[in-house]
């Protein structure tokens, strides 16, 4: 029977504790912020920045010196496409640099006096191309843009020079060699379905340890030494901590986490190849081993601004470290090494495969294996942590009953004084 009794008291304070945590969470604003409205705001925000997916109608402005049929011929053909807008013509480079500078055109097509008089005479000329390099999208669709319209032009000029008879010896001539342009897992080349599926994955990990590391500020702040958790019965045991913890923030990131995978790139159209098992497999280790790398993260918390200090710094260097936006291969040993310490790593590498690219959870098994030794190696870190607190809150009340002892026995001390001196 004490068996049962044990196992039941243990239940009843993890459910205590979860019930504690819920309060919490919806009482402290900064918390339901993390914890609610920005995994629910912040995807719809970045996929609606992204929807366009490319960029088109890029401005540029021209510098014609040629003033011939030939360089009109250029200008027409890079305006009709759909990546390039001519908005401006100057006269020089220095009026051109200055459109640049004031951000009203993103590159400058300039064409040289002797465009056409080194064409006519059967002589190579260049068109000079200048890219703000600031946005690297901008610079992709001029510099393509202005290539393919050369390779046009080059192509016509062949044909004329040959004097081909028929149109296939023509065809034969300018691409001798056919080839067929298909892109893979990215159709449309677009941007927000390039890097979308690992912010989304980024944004779960960032905002749980957010809010678990608030959390645990208010905690110690309300706490009288500054303690991670509160001197009552029912924290006493660690592993009941730990559960009724975990049993909140699963239950809310449960459904956060089905909002930012299967919920969002839906709404925008993003690729959806993952089977829903499979999803269902890679979310429930990344989920469990995001919170309690949170709640490590939260011991080292001592004031609610310290969260924010630590975990948005770090933001941008784990998008990189995922080999999402910079090439896994290009990414230094090292650093290599630091990222497989964070969940999201193995998670949006994964996540992207399976949503993007249509795998199957064998063929990104040595992810999900990467998540469960996460998930078990961080509970363990997570049970000494609170152990440790357990045990610093138990010296402190033990302290406080000792000053409680001096200080009654100093009150009897004084009474016998008193007693004594009316005697």
Same mark, same amino acid.
């Given at each position: 029977?004490?068996?049962?009794?044990?196992?039941?008291?243990?239940?009843?304070?993890?459910?205590?504790?979860? #019930?504690?945590?819920?309060?919490?969470?919806?009482?402290?604003?900064?918390?339901?912020?993390?914890? !609610?409205?920005? @995994?629910?705001?912040?995807?719809?925000?970045?996929?609606?920045?992204?929807?366009?997916?490319?960029?088109?109608?890029?401005?540029?402005?021209?510098?014609?010196?040629?003033?011939?049929?030939?360089?009109?011929?250029? !200008?027409?053909?890079?305006?009709?496409?759909?990546?390039?807008?001519?908005?401006?013509?100057?006269?020089?480079?220095?009026?051109? &640099?200055?459109?640049?500078? #004031?951000?009203?055109?993103?590159?400058?097509?300039?064409?040289?006096?002797?465009?056409?008089?080194?064409?006519?005479?059967?002589?190579?000329?260049?068109?000079?191309?200048?890219?703000?390099?600031?946005?690297?999208? +901008?610079?992709?669709?001029?510099? &393509?843009?202005?290539?393919?319209?050369?390779?046009?032009?080059?192509?016509?000029?062949?044909?004329?020079?040959?004097?081909?008879?028929?149109?296939?010896?023509?065809?034969?001539?300018?691409?001798?060699?056919?080839?067929?342009?298909?892109?893979?897992?990215?159709?449309?080349?677009?941007?927000?379905?390039?890097?979308?599926?690992?912010?989304?994955?980024?944004?779960?990990?960032?905002?749980?340890?957010?809010?678990?590391?608030?959390?645990?500020?208010?905690?110690?702040?309300?706490?009288?030494?500054?303690?991670?958790?509160?001197?009552?019965?029912?924290?006493?045991?660690?592993?009941?901590?730990?559960?009724?913890?975990?049993?909140?923030?699963?239950?809310?990131?449960?459904?956060?986490?089905?909002?930012?995978?299967?919920?969002?790139?839906?709404?925008?159209?993003?690729?959806?190849?993952?089977?829903?098992?499979?999803?269902?497999?890679?979310?429930?280790?990344?989920?469990?081993?995001?919170?309690?790398?949170?709640?490590?993260?939260?011991?080292?918390?001592?004031?609610?601004?310290?969260?924010?200090?630590?975990?948005?710094?770090?933001?941008?260097?784990?998008?990189?470290?995922?080999?999402?936006?910079? @090439?896994?291969?290009?990414?230094?040993?090292?650093?290599?090494?630091?990222?497989?310490?964070?969940?999201?790593? @193995?998670?949006?590498?994964?996540?992207?495969?399976?949503?993007?690219?249509?795998? +199957?959870?064998?063929?990104?098994?040595?992810?999900?294996?990467?998540?469960?030794? &996460?998930?078990?190696?961080?509970?363990?870190?997570?049970?000494?942590?609170?152990?440790? &607190?357990?045990?610093?809150?138990?010296?402190?009340?033990?302290?406080?009953?000792?000053?409680?002892?001096?200080?009654?026995?100093?009150?009897?001390?004084?009474?016998?004084?008193?007693?004594?001196?009316?005697?």
């Amino acid at each position: 029977m004490s068996i049962f009794h044990n196992i039941y008291e243990a239940i009843s304070d993890a459910c205590y504790i979860w #019930r504690q945590e819920m309060k919490q969470v919806v009482h402290d604003e900064g918390v339901l912020i993390f914890f !609610i409205i920005v @995994p629910l705001a912040y995807p719809l925000l970045y996929s609606w920045i992204y929807n366009n997916e490319v960029v088109r109608d890029v401005p540029v402005v021209v510098i014609d010196d040629s003033h011939t049929s030939l360089s009109r011929q250029f !200008i027409r053909e890079c305006d009709a496409s759909a990546d390039v807008r001519v908005a401006y013509y100057a006269s020089d480079m220095d009026e051109a &640099q200055m459109l640049i500078s #004031r951000q009203v055109v993103r590159a400058i097509y300039w064409i040289p006096s002797d465009f056409a008089d080194r064409l006519n005479r059967m002589e190579q000329t260049h068109i000079g191309v200048y890219c703000d390099m600031s946005l690297m999208l +901008t610079y992709k669709a001029a510099y &393509q843009t202005a290539v393919a319209v050369s390779q046009h032009m080059n192509s016509q000029i062949q044909v004329k020079l040959t004097g081909n008879p028929t149109d296939r010896e023509d065809e034969v001539l300018v691409r001798p060699l056919d080839y067929a342009d298909v892109p893979m897992f990215n159709p449309s080349g677009g941007y927000g379905s390039f890097i979308l599926p690992g912010v989304l994955i980024l944004i779960l990990q960032q905002t749980l340890v957010l809010g678990i590391g608030l959390a645990a500020g208010t905690a110690r702040e309300s706490n009288r030494y500054n303690d991670l958790l509160p001197m009552q019965r029912q924290y006493h045991g660690v592993m009941r901590v730990v559960f009724g913890k975990t049993l909140c923030y699963f239950m809310i990131y449960a459904v956060m986490g089905a909002w930012l995978t299967v919920v969002v790139p839906r709404l925008f159209h993003f690729p959806t190849l993952a089977q829903w098992p499979h999803l269902l497999a890679l979310m429930l280790p990344y989920t469990l081993a995001c919170i309690f790398f949170g709640m490590v993260i939260s011991c080292m918390v001592r004031y609610r601004e310290n969260v924010m200090l630590l975990v948005v710094f770090i933001s941008v260097p784990l998008l990189f470290m995922t080999g999402v936006s910079w @090439p896994q291969s290009n990414i230094p040993g090292a650093w290599q090494g630091v990222a497989w310490l964070f969940p999201s790593t @193995p998670a949006a590498r994964a996540y992207v495969r399976m949503n993007s690219m249509g795998a +199957t959870l064998d063929d990104v098994l040595v992810e999900y294996r990467a998540l469960w030794i &996460q998930m078990f190696a961080y509970c363990a870190l997570a049970s000494l942590v609170y152990r440790h &607190q357990l045990r610093l809150s138990r010296n402190h009340v033990h302290e406080r009953l000792e000053i409680m002892k001096r200080k009654r026995a100093v009150r009897e001390q004084m009474k016998a004084v008193n007693v004594k001196a009316k005697q």
